[in-house]
């Protein structure tokens, strides 16, 4: 039995709700609630030491990270093999992708919302400047000519760099100079199971 332990509005839960949902999987969803500091109780830290969300249990399988969550469910349970095919070269350039969403998506996107929703204490200057220069840089020639990240069809790259560029409108960036990235949130979204992140309250 799968439960996965996150927050409705955390973008790493949501990673892999999301792709929980793509899969068709039945699982538990316990909420963690981080306003109470459920995630630094011993119960919780006894399955992520880090206590952080998201944490994934398939029963006596416990994961915490969210794209290495992502993988875990691609091998196991993806029966098109097309989330993370086994081919060298394009789990590689899976990989590189999950390694934008892990750092560059988390060190622009991520910080603008944080800062508008949690206060979060950082240079919002910096955070734009860095979200325009990996905007710009990367997803808009690399998406001029593809409907995904990587191949063919959707992978866990795209679900993995999907909810914090989804809702960097909450972190006051607009998406409006962006037409090619708007497209591939709206190729993600029209995936059959893909699953809503809610929108924060500001
Ligand atoms: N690398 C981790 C990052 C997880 C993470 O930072 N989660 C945040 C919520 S989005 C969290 O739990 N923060 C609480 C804390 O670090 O104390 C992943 O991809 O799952």
Not at 77 to 86: G, I, L, R
Not at 147 to 152: D, S
Not at 168 to 177: H, I, K
């Given at each position: 039995m799968i439960t996965l332990y996150g927050h409705p509005i955390s973008g790493n839960s949501h990673r892999v709700a999301n792709f929980l949902n793509i899969l068709g999987m039945e699982y538990t969803d316990k909420i963690v609630d981080l306003e109470k500091g459920e995630h630094k109780l011993p119960e919780y830290l006894a399955k992520n030491p880090l206590g952080q969300v998201p944490t994934l249990t398939d029963d006596d399988v416990v994961l915490r990270d969210s794209t290495a969550i992502l993988i875990y469910l691609a091998r196991r349970?993806?029966?098109?093999?097309?989330?993370?095919?086994?081919d060298p070269v394009t789990q590689a350039q899976i990989q590189q992708w999950l390694s934008v969403a892990v750092h560059e998506v988390m060190i622009g996107p991520f910080v603008l919302r944080a800062i508008q929703l949690?206060?979060?204490?950082?240079?919002e200057v910096q955070a734009r400047e860095k979200t325009e220069k990996l905007f710009n840089d990367l997803f808009v020639p690399h998406l001029s000519d593809k409907?995904?990240?990587?191949?063919?069809h959707p992978t866990i790259a795209d679900i993995a760099c999907y909810s914090y560029i989804a809702r960097?409108?909450?972190?006051?960036?607009?998406?409006?100079?962006y037409p090619a990235i708007r497209q591939w949130l709206a190729n993600v979204e029209g995936i059959d199971g893909f699953k809503p992140m809610i929108h924060a309250n500001k």
């Open positions: 349970y993806d029966q098109s093999n097309t989330w993370f095919p086994e949690f206060g979060m204490p950082a240079d409907k995904w990240l990587v191949g063919e960097v409108t909450e972190g006051n960036f607009s998406l409006e100079p």
